[in-house]
């Protein structure tokens, strides 16, 4: 089985997987599929973060809740991407929430005025509102590329490791613009395959925002996933309790150490990214 898994998984096949038309597909089923496999099996479920993690060198050893402290990794990314400004009193807007692990802890931790996760998954989104309640904490169910809020309605928006699954990549940068209040930023951070970086950089470079400033964050990112594979939650739960014939997908699942995704990230075939951009 391992065999198969090293044949699916090598960076070849990962640059097709990466393609619009296949992640608009792996959004739609795959992560709603994820959501209800770990609420029914799981009723302590503690997988509340879907990125792979980044930490420094240095390291960042921000201070965190015990409660937080299994998730360091995925939540130093939200912590690096959303610090790019200050949110306190700010009114926030996070596109592809997941299953809310950011939104909560950038709610209780940075004080912004209000705090919407976004998600295209309807049972994240139920996950969401079961798990994370907070003041001026709300969570809505709906598209990237169509987003329910009036122009200017919000003061900053974060999208975190969710843009490479929308078909149309400009359409929905055109909506964080249209949602941005003037003056507004939009604290971005994903990843693409090498053969799909020129249109993704021609298509920021097209966004109605102007850039603040670009990170390339794969070692960093690379480093988080290391960590995340010593000990998470996300792991545990592969380890523990997916059947041993499924390891091989749930470990490509959270992008552990040795997986193919990983290893196209380490040998350059994908680029990671943070940005910050201003709507003037
Ligand atoms: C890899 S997960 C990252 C989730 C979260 N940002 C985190 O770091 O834990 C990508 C998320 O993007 C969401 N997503 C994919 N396509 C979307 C779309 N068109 N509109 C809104 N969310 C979408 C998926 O449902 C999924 O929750």
Known sequence: MAHIYRLVYNPFVYRLVYSPFV????????????TRYHTRYHANDDVVFLNFGYEEDPPMGIP?????????????????????????????????CGH????????????PASYTGLDLNPAGIAFCRKRHNLDGLEFVQGDAE????????????????SSHCYPSFP?????????????????????????????????LADAPMRLVSRADIETQVLRGMNKSSESTPELDVVEHRVPAYLHGVAREATASQGSGLYRAVQSGDFSYRMYCFAKD
Request: aromatic share 10%; charged share 20%.
């Open 64 to 96: 965190l809740a015990a409660s937080d402290e299994p998730h360091r990794f995925p939540i130093q990314l939200y912590q690096r991407t959303a610090t790019q400004v200050d949110l306190s009193g700010k009114r926030v807007l996070e596109i592809g």
């Open 23 to 34: 992640m608009k597909r792996l959004a739609k089923y795959a992560f709603p599929l994820l």
């Open 146 to 161: 169509n987003l329910p809020f009036g122009n200017q309605s919000f003061d900053a928006v974060i999208n975190i490791e």
């Open 100 to 111: 809310g692990g950011g939104a909560s802890y950038l709610m209780r931790t940075l004080q």
């Open 171 to 203: 359409r929905f940068l055109a909506e964080v613009a249209r949602v941005l209040r003037p003056g507004g930023h939009f604290l971005y951070t994903d990843l693409r395959p090498q053969v799909r970086i020129a249109e993704w950089e021609a298509a």
